[in-house]
């Protein structure tokens, strides 16, 4: 009890609003956003490679929407562009239930994803900035704590229930969005002063991102094999799904469980690997992941039964969380000194491989089938690891002539 006391009193009422919605949003969109394809496929005739460019659209807005929400946020104020995009996601998921035409549902899945970068980037934000610096990394870990802990449990429960991706699911969804939007309102007039507060952190256009990503050689080669790695993990529920709904018995059930064995994975094991994995370099711990990545991959491809499929997504998973990390601390490293916002405004640009991996794997299935879909992907993972090689041997040279000429400077 006292512990809970304590950790109450160690962040600010706004912070643990911030993380409680973050659980009921996780666990609810579990039910029904990574079901989407599924719904989508049963629900209306739209071809399976368009399904998979409608899921990845609203990854690619999301990438440029860490962009632009900076600047919204300017101009309406924090509080309000918050609440803005929980009414917004609320709306979104409604229309998914109600609407079955392809072009609209584009346009919805664009909103969407716009809407929850809004989101994500201004709260973690308005967290760092009310929470003192020395307690900001354990706030950011337990919000992906808050995150996995829902992803965790919802697939799992929407399954056992009989909701996952029915239209309940997303109408759940939907009010939790609301429920959290009207609940911030309250909170935030309650905090006015403390919520208002603007961030101090660099922001970023994405034409500086750009023209710092074509001048830097070492940042475009990891960028590249980031988009690679992304385009085979970052959606990769989006072809398991309908592979499993149409060749396994019971597979929207078996998708809910490996959704579940996704997140409880992660909980339970990536403080340890993370500190396991700190005694390689980090394109080891990159090479390792990507080789999970490949063996997972042809676990699906080769598995036909439900024990073969979830032996395969925790391997995936571990790959996962091995590269994940050093992906993010392969750019802190090449990143110079007081560029850090710019260069990780940079890196947004990998999330491309959330638009392509939906594409691409949809094209295979439906062309090629799943099997050939699985290796090629597998393949992918491989092809990623020839840019981190490339980029960390530039980065190797570019540091030693760096040494030189500050040896030679102090001649």
């Given at each position: 009890?006292?512990?809970?006391?304590?950790y109450?009193k160690?962040?600010h009422?706004?912070?643990?609003?911030?993380?409680?919605?973050?659980?009921f949003?996780?666990?609810?969109?579990?039910?029904?956003?990574?079901?989407?394809?599924?719904f989508?496929?049963?629900t209306?005739?739209?071809?399976?490679?368009?399904i998979?460019?409608i899921?990845?659209?609203?990854?690619?807005?999301?990438?440029?929407?860490?962009?632009?929400?900076?600047?919204?946020?300017?101009?309406?104020?924090r509080?309000?562009l918050?609440?803005?995009?929980?009414?917004?996601?609320?709306?979104?998921?409604?229309?998914?239930?109600y609407?079955k035409?392809?072009l609209?549902?584009?346009?919805?899945?664009?909103?969407?994803?716009?809407?929850?970068?809004?989101?994500?980037?201004?709260s973690?934000?308005?967290?760092?900035?009310?929470?003192?610096?020395?307690?900001?990394?354990?706030?950011?870990?337990?919000?992906?704590?808050?995150?996995?802990?829902?992803?965790?449990?919802?697939?799992?429960?929407?399954?056992?229930?009989?909701?996952?991706g029915?239209?309940?699911?997303?109408?759940?969804?939907s009010?939790?969005?609301?429920?959290?939007?009207?609940?911030?309102?309250?909170?935030?007039?309650?905090w006015?002063?403390?919520?208002?507060i603007?961030?101090?952190?660099?922001?970023?256009n994405?034409?500086?991102?750009?023209?710092?990503?074509?001048?830097?050689?070492?940042?475009?080669?990891?960028?590249?094999?980031?988009?690679?790695?992304?385009?085979?993990?970052?959606?990769?529920?989006?072809?398991?799904?309908?592979?499993?709904?149409?060749?396994?018995?019971?597979?929207?059930?078996?998708?809910?469980?490996?959704?579940?064995?996704?997140?409880?994975?992660?909980?339970?094991?990536q403080?340890?690997?993370?500190?396991?994995?700190?005694?390689?370099?980090?394109?080891?711990?990159?090479?390792?992941?990507?080789?999970?990545?490949?063996?997972g991959?042809?676990?699906?491809?080769f598995?036909?039964?439900?024990?073969?499929?979830?032996?395969?997504?925790?391997?995936?998973?571990v790959?996962?969380?091995?590269?994940?990390?050093?992906?993010y601390?392969?750019i802190?490293?090449?990143?110079?000194?007081?560029?850090?916002?710019?260069?990780?405004?940079?890196?947004?640009?990998?999330?491309?491989g959330?638009?392509?991996?939906p594409?691409?794997?949809?094209?295979?299935?439906?062309?090629?089938g799943?099997?050939?879909?699985?290796?090629?992907?597998?393949?992918?993972?491989?092809?990623?690891?020839?840019?981190?090689?490339?980029?960390?041997?530039?980065?190797?040279?570019?540091?030693?002539?760096?040494?030189?000429?500050?040896?030679?400077?102090?001649?």
């Amino acid at each position: 009890m006292n512990k809970i006391r304590v950790y109450l009193k160690a962040y600010h009422p706004v912070v643990h609003i911030l993380l409680v919605g973050t659980v009921f949003i996780s666990l609810t969109s579990s039910m029904s956003v990574p079901f989407l394809v599924i719904f989508l496929s049963e629900t209306t005739d739209i071809h399976f490679a368009f399904i998979g460019v409608i899921i990845g659209v609203g990854e690619l807005a999301a990438a440029f929407g860490g962009f632009i929400g900076g600047v919204l946020s300017d101009f309406l104020g924090r509080r309000k562009l918050m609440i803005y995009s929980l009414i917004i996601q609320s709306l979104v998921f409604i229309g998914f239930i109600y609407n079955k035409n392809p072009l609209f549902l584009l346009i919805l899945s664009t909103v969407s994803g716009l809407s929850t970068s809004f989101f994500v980037t201004i709260s973690k934000a308005l967290m760092g900035d009310l929470t003192p610096k020395k307690l900001r990394f354990r706030v950011f870990s337990n919000r992906y704590l808050a995150v996995n802990l829902g992803y965790s449990i919802g697939p799992m429960l929407g399954s056992w229930l009989g909701l996952g991706g029915s239209a309940f699911a997303f109408l759940l969804t939907s009010c939790t969005y609301m429920l959290y939007a009207i609940s911030l309102i309250f909170i935030f007039r309650k905090w006015r002063s403390k919520a208002s507060i603007r961030s101090e952190e660099e922001k970023v256009n994405i034409v500086q991102a750009w023209n710092i990503l074509r001048g830097d050689r070492v940042l475009f080669l990891f960028i590249l094999g980031g988009i690679l790695l992304t385009t085979v993990h970052g959606q990769m529920s989006v072809p398991l799904s309908e592979y499993l709904k149409e060749n396994i018995a019971k597979g929207v059930e078996l998708f809910g469980l490996l959704m579940s064995v996704n997140g409880m994975t992660v909980l339970l094991f990536q403080v340890h690997l993370t500190r396991w994995s700190e005694r390689y370099s980090l394109f080891q711990r990159i090479a390792m992941g990507s080789g999970l990545f490949v063996i997972g991959e042809l676990g699906f491809a080769f598995s036909a039964g439900w024990f073969g499929f979830i032996i395969a997504m925790f391997i995936f998973t571990v790959g996962e969380i091995l590269i994940v990390p050093a992906e993010y601390a392969q750019i802190d490293q090449i990143t110079p000194h007081g560029m850090r916002g710019t260069y990780y405004g940079a890196q947004n640009f990998s999330v491309l491989g959330n638009f392509v991996g939906p594409w691409l794997s949809g094209l295979l299935l439906s062309s090629y089938g799943g099997r050939i879909m699985f290796i090629f992907m597998g393949i992918i993972s491989v092809a990623s690891l020839f840019f981190y090689w490339k980029g960390k041997q530039l980065y190797s040279k570019r540091t030693s002539a760096q040494l030189v000429s500050q040896s030679m400077s102090t001649k």
